[in-house]
């Protein structure tokens, strides 16, 4: 799932991961590998947020990671099956510019 800009500044206030910016030239081989997302990196790895069922009328979304970090410096990811994590990401409703309504 591609998240707007302001559901990108609401996720990083729930959760301390860092975006990683659709400008990086690294954003093209991700999306090929895992589809057109919003790619997040924190201490354990590549992260997306994907639709999850939401508790009440309030859009969320759920963690999921991708890869781990395969060294100590955290320069190289090792893919793996996506695995759901515990975190939920209130994501608030869009407008139909995609900002916050």
């Known amino acids: 799932m591609r998240l707007s800009a302001a559901r990108v500044e609401?996720?990083?206030?729930?959760?301390?991961?860092?975006?990683?910016?659709?400008?990086h030239p690294v954003v093209?081989?991700?999306?090929?590998?895992?589809?057109d997302h919003t790619f997040f990196v924190d201490n354990s790895g590549l992260l997306i947020v994907e639709p999850a069922e939401p508790a009440s009328n309030t859009p969320t979304g759920q963690v999921i990671k991708l890869a781990a970090w395969s060294d100590a410096n955290r320069s190289s990811l090792a893919p793996h099956e996506p695995q759901p994590t515990d975190?939920?990401?209130?994501?608030?409703?869009?407008?139909?510019?995609?900002e916050a309504a």
Do not use: M
Request: hydrophobic share 40%.
């Open 87 to 98: 975190v939920v990401i209130v994501l608030g409703a869009e407008g139909p510019d995609g």
């Open 28 to 35: 093209p081989q991700l999306n090929q590998i895992f589809g």
């Open 10 to 23: 609401r996720t990083i206030s729930q959760f301390p991961a860092q975006p990683i910016p659709d400008s």
